[in-house]
């Protein structure tokens, strides 16, 4: 079992390698933005959520931890998940430890990938001209770094205490960035089966 938290702000890479990870170690890639997509389109608290995605603020806790703990549960018995987008507060964090207690497991690595608001900016900017993604524009970029800078680049400091931060380059290519995800990975695995 592994269960991996891609972390970082937005247009990192989380969602790219997470999905690469996933593929690789069989996990269950769990992207809590796009759950939210979904449930938009399906559900009655589909207005709501979209407000809060087109301005670039965070979904309240109450409906997304809902969301991501069904999709938890549903998908845990395969080998392991890995989180693209969440947890994305403390709050959210504190709730996901306490469901991986609950299935008897953990969070066992969070790979934090680092890169320059500008050239996450650029990133976005690019995907918006094909993705049809209503928060890839420019305002609403800037809101979801004020809001990853105010309320979710501090969980680092929570998961740090508790050793499990990588830190990674997010602005090389995308195969080096997945290469030396893998290296944190099987170093983690190397440290854990020797205990
Ligand atoms: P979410 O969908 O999570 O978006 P985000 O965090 O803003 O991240 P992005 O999807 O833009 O980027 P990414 O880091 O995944 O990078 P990607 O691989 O796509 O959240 C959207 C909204 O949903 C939030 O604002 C909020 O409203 C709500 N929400 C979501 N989760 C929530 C939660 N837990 N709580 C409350 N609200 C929540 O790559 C970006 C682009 O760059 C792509 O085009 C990709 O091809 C390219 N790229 C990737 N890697 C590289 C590379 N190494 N070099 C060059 N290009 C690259």
Known sequence: MLNV??????GAGKGTQAALVAKKYQLTHLSSGDLLRQER?????????????????????????EIVKKAVVKKAQKSGLVFDGYPRNIRQARSLNSLFK??????????????????????????GQTSGRSDDNRQTIYSRFKVYRAQ????????????????????LDIPSVFKKIQEAISKFQKQSSGK
Do not use: C, H, W
């Open 152 to 171: 979710t680049a501090p969980l680092l400091e929570y998961y740090q205490k508790q050793n499990r931060v990588m830190n990674i380059d997010g602005s």
């Open 102 to 127: 609950e299935i008897d497991s953990e969070i066992d690595l969070v790979v934090n990938l680092k890169l320059s608001a500008a050239k996450a900016a650029q990133r976005i900017l690019l995907r």
């Open 41 to 65: 389109d399906n559900s009655d608290n589909g207005a709501r959520i979209r407000k809060y995605q087109d301005s670039g603020q965070l979904v309240p806790d109450s409906l997304v931890i």
């Open 5 to 10: 938290v891609i972390f970082g702000p937005p």
